[in-house]
Structures are given as C-alpha cells and as structure tokens.
C-alpha cells in the first residue's frame, strides 16, 4: 500500500512536526526515519531531541549534543538538556534584569528568580524557550524542523504553554504599563519615557506569538503521536489528543508500531495477536479523525544506519 496524499502532505510538507508519545513506543526511532526520508525528498531538515534520555546520537552513531550536527548534508541534529536549558535560561532572565534595578535591590531579585526557577514548570518554560529559539533562529535554514518530543504529559505541558505564557506576559505588560503611566504622570509631565522591562516583556511576547502562531497554523505545523497496539499506550493517546484539542492543537498522524508480523505462526504470538487484532480495532474506532500507519515490530532494535533506513521504508509502504 503506497501513502494517501494526507499523509505524504503531513511527512513532507510541513515546517515543523512535533512527534509525541510515551517512552519506550518508538518516537526518537520514527522522528529519525521522518527526518531521514525529508532529508531524502530534499528538504533541509533539522532533528530536535528534547528528551533528556537523548538516543539520537545512539541511533545515528554521532556524538550530537548542544550544537548542530551534520548527520547527510541535507539532514542536521540537535539534542537539546533541559536541565542546562534551565540554567542558561535562569541566568537570562538575571542578565536582562542587570542594570535594570537598583544595585541594593539585586539580591533579593535574584533570590525571587532562584525560588520562581525551581517551581513546577520552569524547566519546561527553560525548554520551551529553547523551541520558541530554535524555531526562530532556524525557520529560513531549514525546511523541515522535526522535534522528537519528550514522553506525552510533558509535552502538552510544553505545547500548552505559549497559551499560557500568552495570558501570563499580557498581564505583566498590563501591569508595567499601568505603573509607568502613572510614572509618567507624576514625574514627567505625562510624556511617556523609556521602561527596559517594558521592552524585555514586549519582545518576549512577540517571540511567543510568532510561534505560537506557526504551531497553531496546521498548514505549517503537524503532530504526531506514535503508540504501541496495547491498551495502556491507546488511553493515553486518547487523552493527549482530547487535550491538545482544547488547544487548538491537532493530531492528524498516528504510527502504529511495534504491530507483530503476519508471517508468526508460533502459538505463543498467534494468541499475542488475537489480542493485538481488538486493539487494533479499538484504535481504528477510537481515532477516527487520524490517518494511521502500521509499523511492524522488526527482528531487532533499530540501532544502525542501514536498520533506519529499513524502518524509514516501512513508513513509505
Ligand atoms: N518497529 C520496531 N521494531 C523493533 N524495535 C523497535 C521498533 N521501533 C522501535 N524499536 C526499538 O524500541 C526501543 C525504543 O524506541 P525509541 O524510538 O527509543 O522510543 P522512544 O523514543 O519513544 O522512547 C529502541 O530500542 C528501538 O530501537
Ligand atoms: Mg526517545
């Protein structure tokens, strides 16, 4: 069976595709085999890792890490550390505020900034920061940008988040502009003057909504979810598609993989396969609105070049 036109627009024609999923279901392989057959098509494409069990660079044999490697001169990669994102994020955010405050006011901001970077969701924000970069920096360099995501709740955290922020910066910049008025009122004759934390906000908010922007437009943005046929992996999928949904956010591929083969006649898996047949149908009611494709489950693990490129074929056919 040869690829329907949706699913062949979704591989290759989007500018960034996030590929979701729990841990253990195949992600980083399927985010790899999508960024091998872009780069194959004759995209410039860039693979993201931000998982912070990276095994891109396990996967393509290359040391990868913090900078942009070349993996085929049309295919780069990029392992992103969550954990050193939020240390440079932290230190941004204290670099900006520098200058910005009163020198006796420094400490007691940075120990706010210090509390605020180890509350639930910093990290995310740190990583999210990083995304929001790199789909900036890099929107002209490439034309595919694929982000193998980190396991499903985090990632709707991360994808939630510009709706967040959004909210959030609005009220800031609210609140900043409310002060300065008044500011300006009394000490400078109402002529509005400069306020670099007005700027730092506003710029901010403008990254955030450019982005925000691509990766709610579906022309330029698509989702993928990869699951196992096994019932624990179909509730989750379920519930991160109904979640992304209220975001505004649609999953429109899900890859099936790890499907036993045809060919088992053996009674152990023949019995493993009646099973996998009901999830099976179970995912086909369950996801209507999805285009599907089946992987199947390969004699070993996908640890080599040659064994991505066999996974990749399983993808076109
Ligand atoms: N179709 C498949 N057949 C055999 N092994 C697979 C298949 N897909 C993935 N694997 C193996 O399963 C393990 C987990 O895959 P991985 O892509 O790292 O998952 P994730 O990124 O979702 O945690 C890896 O060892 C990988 O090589
Ligand atoms: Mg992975």
Known sequence: MLLNNNIMELLFSKKILFVGGKGGVGK??????????????????????????????DIFHEKIGNNISEITPLLDALEIDPAKESKKYI?????????????????????????????????EAALFDAIVTIIIDHNDTYDTIIFDTAPTGHTIRLLT?????????????????????NYNQIFNDGEPIDDPIFKV?????????????????????????????????????????KLLNQYHLHVNLLIINKVLPEEITDQFFQK????????????????????????????????????LENFSEKILH
Not at 30 to 49: D, F, H, Q
Not at 161 to 179: A, F, H, N, S, Y
Not at 210 to 232: A, C, H, K, M, W
Not at 293 to 305: A, K, N, R, T
């Open 28 to 57: 980083s392989t399927s985010a790899a085999a999508i960024a091998i057959l872009n780069a194959k098509k004759g995209n410039r494409t860039l693979l993201v890792s931000t998982d912070p069990a990276h095994n891109t660079g």
């Open 272 to 307: 493993r396969k009646l099973r996998e047949k009901e999830y099976i149908n179970k995912i086909e009611q369950t996801f209507k609105s999805q285009e599907k494709l089946y992987i199947p489950l390969l004699e070993e693990d996908i640890s080599s070049l040659s064994l």
């Open 161 to 181: 988040l510009p709706e967040l922020m959004g909210v959030w910066i609005e009220g800031m910049l609210d609140r900043r502009k409310k002060t300065t008025d």
């Open 201 to 241: 906000l506003q710029t901010r908010k403008k990254r955030f909504s450019t982005v925000r922007d691509i990766l709610l437009s579906s022309s330029q943005t698509g989702f993928i979810f990869v699951l196992n046929p096994e019932r624990l992996p179909i509730l989750e999928t379920e519930k991160a598609i």
């Open 91 to 123: 230190q941004q955010v204290k670099d900006n505020i520098k200058g910005l405050v009163r020198a006796s006011m420094i400490e007691e901001v940075h120990r706010q900034i210090d509390t605020a970077s180890s509350s639930p969701g910093a990290d």
